[in-house]
């Protein structure tokens, strides 16, 4: 490094170490040259050829002082907000944003070499660019040179193929990375390693390339310096893009010909409304309530713990019957406690004897599903039949029926 260009190098107090450390707070023009200049500046008050010498050498203890300095003010930056007494990010961040944070922040963080190489920057000044993260990624100079070595179009497709927000809300709904273990920046390293894995693979699959660049950055991020250098390379990170933590989508099939469900017929209408018996191999199937009434039909309902529903879906098998003035044959309702909030209706002359899917879609929080199916009887005689063998319901974060 070398000495103040000032001419002279800077006065050394009477104390070399007062004991305590001052925080000040400092507006940088916002761009990653004007950053990693600041800090450079900031980094050379750390070296002894920035203080004035003397016999006594203090020049290199008065550099031991502002390392401490330098090295508590560059972890509160990148792992919180730059402010003066923050929570570290470790108390204060859930793990989902903290994620979203740590590949927010590698994305940035390959976007500043790729310009920058664009620009016609050498890996050598891109190195000294981002020295001051050197320590908490050890990898950073070798993954610099490996995207120096590579060509700006496979620089832009791999960029372009690494989908990591897609791949994040992937792996945070299913099961090929499992987070629900995981509940603080140290913890989930197991679970980041698997996502940057899911990245690679993307990579590959999409762009046709395997960027080693990319594939790099696993060394540092799965440890937990590296975690923390990446939670936020900007003020902030990811959070300045508002990301929310994904709904994430599922779907339960109940086959009624292996169970009931946990359906019943419903009571909701009166005894005479009561309709529908599940047979074992078969489904839920239409039965003789009463013997004046036309209608034969299966009125069936699911109760559970509020969930947010967007649809679902029955499949049913019906013989309409020949008695033709029987008006409502087919209905989908959703419930919140005793409210109803949506339902449709499907008069007669719409269905058709057969086997047939019908879908009910509402987007909103309930507790009750209820589907009916109705067919009719001619005179004394049952023609008519009904039975629902298969619901599917489909909906995003809590499933009830887990």
């Given at each position: 490094?070398?000495?103040?260009?000032?001419?002279?190098?800077?006065?050394?107090?009477?104390?070399?170490?007062?004991?305590?450390?001052?925080?000040?707070?400092?507006?940088?023009?916002?761009?990653p040259l004007y950053i990693a200049a600041w800090w450079s500046s900031?980094?050379?008050?750390?070296?002894?050829?920035?203080?004035?010498?003397?016999?006594?050498?203090?020049?290199?203890?008065?550099?031991?002082?502002?390392?401490?300095?330098?090295?508590?003010?560059?972890?509160?930056?990148?792992?919180?907000?730059?402010?003066?007494?923050?929570?570290?990010?470790?108390?204060?961040?859930?793990?989902?944003?903290?994620?979203?944070?740590?590949?927010?922040?590698?994305?940035?963080?390959?976007?500043?070499?790729?310009?920058w190489l664009i620009l016609g920057k050498t890996a050598?000044?891109?190195?000294?660019?981002?020295?001051?993260?050197?320590?908490?990624?050890?990898?950073?100079p070798d993954m610099i040179d490996l995207m120096a070595a590579s060509s700006t179009q496979d620089r832009q497709d791999a960029i372009d193929a690494w989908d990591w927000e897609s791949v994040w809300g992937d792996v945070w709904c299913d099961d090929a990375c499992d987070a629900s273990n995981y509940d603080g920046p140290f913890d989930f390293i197991p679970w980041s390693q698997c996502v940057i894995a899911r990245l690679d693979r993307a990579v590959m699959n999409i762009a046709g390339i395997m960027a080693d660049w990319i594939q790099q950055l696993s060394a540092d991020v799965i440890n937990a310096m590296g975690i923390g250098a990446l939670a936020n390379l900007e003020p902030r990170g990811g959070q300045n893009f508002g990301f929310d933590e994904p709904s994430c989508p599922w779907s339960h099939e109940f086959d009624f010909t292996v169970s009931n469900g946990g359906f019943t017929d419903?009571?909701?209408?009166?005894?005479?409304?009561?309709?529908?018996?599940?047979?074992?191999?078969?489904?839920?199937?239409?039965?003789?309530?009463?013997?004046?009434?036309?209608?034969?039909?299966?009125?069936?309902?699911?109760?559970?713990?509020?969930?947010?529903?967007?649809?679902?879906?029955?499949?049913?098998?019906?013989?309409?019957?020949?008695?033709?003035?029987?008006?409502v044959a087919h209905s989908g309702r959703f419930y919140a406690g005793d409210v109803l909030w949506d339902e449709e209706f499907i008069y007669w002359d719409d269905l058709q004897n057969g086997s047939w899917w019908k879908v009910y879609e509402y987007d909103g929080d309930v507790t009750e599903i209820e589907a009916w199916v109705s067919s009719c009887k001619n005179n004394d005689d049952w023609d008519g039949s009904v039975v629902i063998d298969k619901i599917i319901v489909y909906g995003v974060d809590f499933n009830p029926f887990a």
């Open positions: 490094m070398a000495r103040n260009t000032l001419g002279k190098a800077y006065k050394l107090p009477e104390t070399i170490d007062p004991g305590s450390l001052a925080c000040i707070r400092a507006y940088v023009p916002n761009d900031y980094q050379f008050l750390t070296s002894w050829l920035a203080w004035e010498p003397n016999d006594d050498k203090d020049g290199k203890e008065a550099a031991d002082v502002w390392k401490i300095a330098f090295n508590k003010a560059r972890d509160e930056w990148l792992l919180g907000d730059g402010a003066c007494g923050i929570a570290p990010v470790a108390d204060s961040e859930p793990v989902a944003d903290l994620i979203l944070d740590v590949l927010w922040g590698v994305s940035v963080l390959i976007g500043w070499i790729h310009q050598t000044q891109i190195k000294a660019y981002l020295s001051y993260l050197t320590p908490w990624l050890p990898g950073l419903t009571d909701r209408y009166g005894a005479q409304w009561q309709c529908g018996v599940w047979s074992d191999g078969v489904g839920w199937v239409t039965e003789d309530m009463q013997p004046d009434m036309k209608r034969r039909q299966a009125i069936i309902r699911r109760q559970f713990d509020t969930a947010h529903l967007v649809k679902f879906e029955v499949h049913y098998t019906l013989s309409k019957g020949t008695w033709v003035n029987n008006s």
